[in-house]
């Protein structure tokens, strides 16, 4: 078998989407005397492990299809 | 009315949506395993029951609306078969494009468990019928990802079109224009947050839910 290709699929929540996630995270670091934090978003991050070759469109296709929900959500590869 | 409900792994409130369909049409749903790619013919009406299908792993509802039985219960929708989704039944319809928007966690972070009090929005439908638009009901929600979100222009175009079912009367989890149920545009697919399912009798505290049922038995049946 080829050997495996690590990409990377990187999930954020769209700009203008409300994230309580990441406002609590806000929050929680100015609590602990951290001010300089004027935001936090939370995301996810999907390590895939895939045949060497492998095109973008392809990842593309399993982000829009089920990695992402396009509706409120961004994604961005790194492939290698 | 022949009723089917679906069974994902990490379904929990299958078997009350199961005995509250019983209870009302007086027959048993056929219950449906997620593996299945054919559903049985000639039904009138399918539930997606809450719970935490798949673990709620991905998002809530991602794995459940990509799997095979999904894919069936999508093709029923097209043809006019009537789809209840209930709290993970929401948003498993949602992820599967059969209601627009999203279910996102709760502007809270805390998960809610209590009953709520509800606006009908609209008593068109087949499933909201035997309730009058504006009525106050009540009926409890549990869950961690409820709060609704879409587009201005889809939230002004479901509001535009009478495709809110349902409005949380009081602060609940930040939903986008208190939205707790929204219908699709055939208003076939109904998908809402609280469960109507768990207020059948008196001894649960209340009947507000058993109209919804009885509503749809008398479309359907």
């Given at each position: 078998m080829a050997a495996p290709m690590i990409v990377k699929v990187t999930v954020t929540l769209k700009n203008g989407v409300l994230d309580p996630q990441g406002r609590a995270i806000e929050a929680a670091l100015k609590g602990l005397g951290f001010d300089g934090v004027a935001g936090a978003r939370v995301g996810k991050l999907i390590e895939l492990e895939v045949a060497d070759g492998t095109s973008r469109e392809t990842i593309e296709n399993m982000a829009k299809q089920l990695l992402a929900n396009t509706v409120i959500e961004n994604f961005r590869i790194e492939m290698p | 009315m022949r009723c089917a409900v679906i069974v994902f792994p990490g379904s929990n409130c299958d078997r009350d949506l199961a005995d509250a369909i019983a209870k009302v049409t007086g027959r048993a749903p056929a219950m449906i395993w997620h593996r299945e790619t054919e559903l049985p013919a000639n039904l009138d009406f399918i539930g997606v029951p809450g719970g935490f299908s798949y673990?709620?792993?991905?998002?809530?509802?991602a794995m459940a609306a990509r799997s095979p039985v999904m894919q069936a219960v999508v093709k029923a929708a097209g043809e006019g078969r009537a789809v209840l989704g209930i709290c993970n039944g929401f948003q498993v319809l949602t992820e599967a494009g059969l209601l627009p928007g999203a279910l996102m966690r709760n502007a809270g972070l805390n998960f809610v468990c209590r009953d709520v009090r509800l606006s009908v929005a609209n008593s068109q439908s087949i499933f909201t019928s035997l309730y009058a638009t504006g009525e106050e009901i009540r009926i409890p929600v549990a869950h961690h990802d409820g709060n609704y979100t879409a587009d201005a222009a889809t939230l002004d175009r479901l509001e535009g079109e009478g495709r809110v079912a349902f409005r949380y009367a009081e602060a609940v989890n930040g939903s986008a224009r208190d939205i707790a149920g929204i219908l699709n545009d055939e208003g076939n697919v109904l998908g809402m947050m609280p469960h109507p399912e768990r207020l059948i009798e008196a001894e649960q505290g209340g009947t507000d839910g058993r109209r919804m049922f009885e509503a749809a038995m008398m479309a359907l049946a």
């Amino acid at each position: 078998m080829a050997a495996p290709m690590i990409v990377k699929v990187t999930v954020t929540l769209k700009n203008g989407v409300l994230d309580p996630q990441g406002r609590a995270i806000e929050a929680a670091l100015k609590g602990l005397g951290f001010d300089g934090v004027a935001g936090a978003r939370v995301g996810k991050l999907i390590e895939l492990e895939v045949a060497d070759g492998t095109s973008r469109e392809t990842i593309e296709n399993m982000a829009k299809q089920l990695l992402a929900n396009t509706v409120i959500e961004n994604f961005r590869i790194e492939m290698p | 009315m022949r009723c089917a409900v679906i069974v994902f792994p990490g379904s929990n409130c299958d078997r009350d949506l199961a005995d509250a369909i019983a209870k009302v049409t007086g027959r048993a749903p056929a219950m449906i395993w997620h593996r299945e790619t054919e559903l049985p013919a000639n039904l009138d009406f399918i539930g997606v029951p809450g719970g935490f299908s798949y673990g709620d792993y991905l998002r809530s509802g991602a794995m459940a609306a990509r799997s095979p039985v999904m894919q069936a219960v999508v093709k029923a929708a097209g043809e006019g078969r009537a789809v209840l989704g209930i709290c993970n039944g929401f948003q498993v319809l949602t992820e599967a494009g059969l209601l627009p928007g999203a279910l996102m966690r709760n502007a809270g972070l805390n998960f809610v468990c209590r009953d709520v009090r509800l606006s009908v929005a609209n008593s068109q439908s087949i499933f909201t019928s035997l309730y009058a638009t504006g009525e106050e009901i009540r009926i409890p929600v549990a869950h961690h990802d409820g709060n609704y979100t879409a587009d201005a222009a889809t939230l002004d175009r479901l509001e535009g079109e009478g495709r809110v079912a349902f409005r949380y009367a009081e602060a609940v989890n930040g939903s986008a224009r208190d939205i707790a149920g929204i219908l699709n545009d055939e208003g076939n697919v109904l998908g809402m947050m609280p469960h109507p399912e768990r207020l059948i009798e008196a001894e649960q505290g209340g009947t507000d839910g058993r109209r919804m049922f009885e509503a749809a038995m008398m479309a359907l049946a």
